[in-house]
């Protein structure tokens, strides 16, 4: 088989930083969408693996001059206007020293460009074979008023969300600027920056007014990033959200997994990469990151998400700086953010929302009794994201459930009474409970199932059977009696699809959510009992207590039915995906 | 054992000695050696035997085991001395190599080759001491071993030449350096001394020419030489001639340290950081980045104050120094009292020094002063005067005038002592050495001062060590002054010198300190050295302690908008005149007769880019050829442009043109002037004004800086202050116009204005008040 190259797409070398909008605004020039952006350090050694080389300043230039003259592929020189580093004399002498050297020895490889028309005019008289860059693609004109100063560390903008003026922060590099652009018209606010004038000018390009939104019928591109988190919280919930999707908007899910439970993904049929943390490899945190980052960036340029997704509390940098490389900028970012967090969790991680276009937050039976930072402060107030709360996400609701005797012939279970015990997760204090759990489901004749998970020990009890249920929900109808930790997974399951008796023993870990909130609630409604791992007095009354339900048959008939309506999320989601649309000429008419 | 058997034994161990170097195995010839008994007293010529051959094979290491016994056994022959003198300047043991040489050969060593290591030693010991500073040889040493020299090889000839030339000894190092060029007629490297010497001479049209030659001939030193050109001409602000090398330089394939060079010395900040950037994406790759360019990249940066980078580096696994190292680990980044770690190349790159040191008092975990410290004064108690130089300069004068106002308002001597960084001779740093000397304060010269520990205290060392190179040189040597003399209250006078006096205070804990800038802020005055002073400034301007001080109005508005500080936080302390200096002229020219011939114009300033000498001299072929006024200008100064403005001056038909240099005499500066014109583009408070004013002399300049403030602008005596833009025909139109009544006005106003206004009462009153922290907040801008 030939190779064709021209089949490829086009790849781009960039040389200098990678923050530099300049360098994010290159994938916005209309004939550079499908082109590829690979950051660049060594030109005479990384000019093999791209088609085209731009280089970022003049700055750069010279310090590769050499290299950059001996290339053998098309090279642009952008020259910037002052306004960066250093005094105008010594910008001045920069572009002089440039000049000259270029004018010592030809190279017909070599082109110079400048950003705006402007700017091109002004540098002319020293470089007349200067061309400005071309315009962006359009972006709309429905957007807030946004100041940039490079020396200063944060933004301060006015934005409208429900009609209601808000001021917002948000950290100067926070955004890719091909995304920045669709969000705001930028103002740039320090008159001596005569090269931020031309970025702004650049970015803010033509702007055309928004139309009416029009049902999306293209399918959607949903990449979403999945951490090693505790429990199985994070992949059932996306697989939720992504099932979701999948349905209304017929999306086409890829999942970016560190999650050691990845294999439950796979089985449902998900496209998943897998990766590994810095941990899982013993690796140097910022060396790992460097990698992730730039694997990342190129993952996000050649699936071409509309909406990276993440779903957990502490969100690793390397997600922030892959949305930041070059050729990554059309792309939402949705922060899946449950509540229910631990009062005294340290909020820093809130600062996150800066970089989200959507905060969302999987609605909790308990929201009540939440007394968390996502409660108690409010985190959508950074940046330009908004925030929904949806009723609660369960994976359980889009699956097909077993009769019982169903679900028993697959649980391989005999006749009377059997209580699934899924005490999961990587963590929590178990051993008191474990014992007192066996000896009352001996006393009382109920027959303990384990549930396999792959992030938790299996039982000390060898007799106990284990059986792995994944969705757990499919086979409620074959079990008379739950006890489990309290994660936001299980409560909501249980809760949405069984009737039977529940236990809840909520883990206390600092990472997690506050289980223990949120099974108290449970409790307080009577939909649950609750057993505490430190309250070791009462305990076996309480299992005693749950174990007579069992063996008693009780059903629980007020437990709620609330949970998310995909249609809406789909058109959440759409609705964020108009961001950064690209502007289709005949909706402007 | 017996005679016989001995010998027997002796001839069997060397039998056995020369078959094992004969294959080589040096290593198991020094054990057979060492195990058969037979000592390096025994059988001298065999360790002798086994030293010459495994030194021969190159396995320098046994070879110098084996003379070390001989060495201890007291048996070395001259060539095995030779070989471990040679060792040990191989291996850059300088002290050990001159001790081995001196002690068998002597301090004067006959033996050509024993002369040339011995010279080529001293020469590397002495540039070892250095540590940055600048390079002294012993001038004792150096004349010892150059006496009637035979010139041994290229080597220990540029060693001789380089002995005499660090010992100021210029002529002889002159001489030596022909007899090399005679004898080794190819090597460029003496042209290369020749260049240096003119350089070091202050010719720099001499250097400039002779380090051309070498960039043109050759290709090794090349890049060496444009350098150097460059450096040359960035000193003599010739921005074309700059340029030019710049371009060239960057078109050479460079070593990654020269590539950041060129970015630094160009003021490339975007260059430096790419080429910093790539060391740092490429650091594991030793064909990328070698270990010499990684270590000298990271020293480069060092001194250039980019600190967040160094420790980049050093966590991208680049090899650093063992200096750098040393800064970094007493910074402690990243501990709990330390500065917090960068976590990307960006947030390392804004990391620099000395901006990331400050507030000072945190990072060496001061405790904080109580407030209202330091009380009032009575007395200035012991005060030390800082400055850079006593070359023959405004600001220079004036920091004499100031001691001297000093001394005449009543302070003792005994209480005064002055600090320099530099009074060389041989470049004119010494000017009004005389001056200053005849005023009988104690003065401490801080390039040759005596230190006994040289160490700084660690939490010292940490701040110091983490300074741009220059600044850092200053701080060290200061603060050891500073120690010995434990000064109330210092001043330091013109911005490299307030620096390095400000910090030196902070870090001593002196009570009082006055930091004296005189002219326009760095950012009008486009110096890129001064501008990493602006965070340091800033700091201190919030310190109560510390009064800033600039000699015009305008000057200390610039400073505040320099600072972004609010307006009042820079005070005005004006320059001093001692009228009585001036009376005999003043009176001479007040009575003189209208001079008859061409009209004599006067400019003394420094020949540089600012002065806009070339402006200066179209005005005046303006005022001649549109007035029709003959004109005979007369410059009175040194600098950068002086070739060019010789040259245009020429073109403008101003053949006669006289430039004189070094006067500083009153009589010799404006006795043959009728009128004195200044043309500059930036002026703190130009004090040639104010003593052709003192003198009577009508003055025109144009309104930059404190001119307004400098002049007399009342009747018919008044100066002529032109736009600060003016074109040399409207300059000619302007001049022109006021002439005729200017010249022939009584000049009394003038002489009044000065002797008035400029009083050194008034700027020693100032002073004092600054010392003792009598001076009320709310008059900070009426000192004068």
Known sequence: ?589 | MDQGNLLHHFAQVRRQVTALCHKERFSAAHVLLTGSGLSAEDAPGLWEYVARQAALAGHDDLAHRVRETLWQAGLLSDPLALDEGAYYLEAEDAEACIYVLESHFGALPTQPEALEYLTRAHMLAASRRTSGGKLRTSRATALRLTQNIELNSPAHAIAAVDLLRFADEIDRSVALNAQARATFPDDIRFTMRDARIAEQKGAPDTALRLWREVADTSERYRSDALFKLLSLSLKREDSAAAGALAAELACLELPLDARLQLALLTGQEDMALAVSQYVSENAGNSDAVSYAEGKAVGDLLLQAGYFGLVLWLRRQRVTLSERAKAVLDASRFGEELGLPLPANFQEAAALRSPACMLPLRDFMHLPERPAGWPAPRQTAGRILLVNSSLKAGGAERQFVALVRALLDAGLPKSQIDVALFNLDADRARDHFLPDLMALDVSIHNLSQLQIANPHLPQRIARVVGALPAGLQQDARQLWHLCQDLRPDVIHGWQDRSAAAAGLVAELSGTERVVLSMRNMAPHTRQDRGLTLFKPLLQSWARLPNVTLTANAGPAAADYEAWLGCDAGTVDVLRNAVNIDNFAPIFEQIKRRKPHQGPLRVGGVFRLATNKRPLLWLETLAALRDTHGLQIAPQIYGDGPLRDQIIAHAAQLGFKDLMITTGASDPRALYGDLDILLLMSRVEGLPNVLLEAQACGLPVAACDVGGVREAVQTRGDASALVMDADISATEAADALAAWLPAARAADPQPRHGFVRTHFAPETLAQACLKAYTGTAHPLHRRSTA
């Open chain 1, 1 to 589: 088989m030939s190779f064709d190259r021209a089949a490829l797409p086009w790849r781009v070398g960039i040389l200098g930083d990678g923050a530099d909008p300049a360098a994010q605004l290159i994938e916005e020039q209309p004939e550079r969408s499908d082109h590829i952006f690979y950051l660049v350090s060594d030109p005479a050694r990384d000019a093999e693996m791209v088609d085209e080389l731009i280089v970022l300043s003049q700055g750069h230039a010279l310090a590769h001059l050499p290299a950059l003259q001996a290339l053998n592929i098309p090279c642009q020189i952008l020259l910037r206007r002052h306004g960066g580093h250093g005094s105008a004399a010594d910008w001045a002498a920069g572009l002089d020293m440039l000049a000259a050297a270029l004018a010592r020895s030809a190279a017909p490889h070599l082109t110079l460009a400048a950003l705006t028309p402007a700017a091109t005019e002004a540098l002319r008289p020293q470089f007349p074979a200067l061309r400005a860059w071309p315009d962006l693609r359009p972006v709309y004109d429905d957007v807030p008023r946004f100041p940039v100063d490079r020396n200063e560390a944060q933004s301060t903008f006015s934005i409208e969300f429900n009609d209601l003026r808000e001021s917002r922060r948000i950290e100067r590099d926070a955004l890719h600027w091909a995304r920045l652009r669709c969000l705001a018209q930028l103002i740039a606010r320090d008159p001596q920056d005569v090269d931020m004038q031309d970025l702004v000018a650049l970015a803010n390009g033509t702007r055309l007014p928004r139309p009416e939104l029009r049902p999306e019928d293209r399918p959607l591109r949903w990449l979403a990033v999945v951490p090693n988190g505790v429990g199985l919280g994070h992949i059932t919930r996306m697989m939720a959200l992504a099932t979701a999707l999948k349905q209304h908007r017929k999306a086409d899910v890829i999942f970016w997994c560190f999650s050691r439970a990845a294999e439950i993904l796979q089985a449902a049929g998900f496209q998943i990469v897998l990766r590994q943390t810095a941990q899982h490899l013993k690796a140097h945190p910022p060396a790992w990151r460097d990698w992730e980052s730039a694997e990342f960036a190129r993952a996000i340029q050649h699936i071409k998400p509309d909406v990276v997704s993440y779903d957990g509390a502490v969100i690793d940098p390397f997600v922030f700086r892959g949305l930041r490389h070059p050729g990554c900028g059309r792309t939402a970012f949705v922060w899946v953010l449950r509540g229910m967090m631990r009062p005294d969790a340290d909020p820093a991680f809130l600062e996150n929302a800066q970089y989200c276009d959507l905060i969302l937050e999987p609605g909790d039976f308990a929201v009540s009794v939440d007394r968390g930072a996502t409660r108690t402060r409010q985190p959508y107030l950074r940046g330009f994201s908004s925030k929904i709360t949806t009723q609660p996400v369960a994976f359980s609701r889009t699956q097909s459930k077993f009769s019982r005797r169903e679900a028993k012939k697959r649980m391989q279970l005999g006749w009377g009474k059997h209580c699934l015990v899924s005490l999961g997760g990587a963590f929590g204090d178990w051993d008191a409970i474990e014992a007192e759990i066996i000896a009352e489901a001996k006393a009382h004749g109920v027959t303990l199932i384990w549930a396999q998970s792959p992030l938790a020990p299996p039982p000390r009890d060898s007799d106990t059977p284990v059986r792995r249920l994944f969705p757990l929900s499919r086979y409620l109808a074959g079990i008379d009696g739950v006890i489990t930790a309290t994660g936001y997974n299980s409560f909501h399951e249980l809760m949405l699809e069984y009737t039977g008796p529940v236990m809840f023993a909520p883990t206390n870990h600092i990472r997690m959510d506050d289980q223990v909130a949120r099974a108290q609630f449970a409790a307080d409604q009577g939909w649950a009992s609750i057993v505490l791992a430190d309250q070791q007095s009462e305990m076996k009354g309480q299992i005693a207590a749950f174990m007579a339900e069992v063996q008693a048959g009780q059903t629980y008939e007020t437990r709620p039915d609330q949970s998310l309506d995909g249609a809406e999320f789909a058109r959440h989601i759409s609705a964020i995906c108009q961001r950064y649309a690209v502007v289709q000429p005949e909706w402007t008419t």
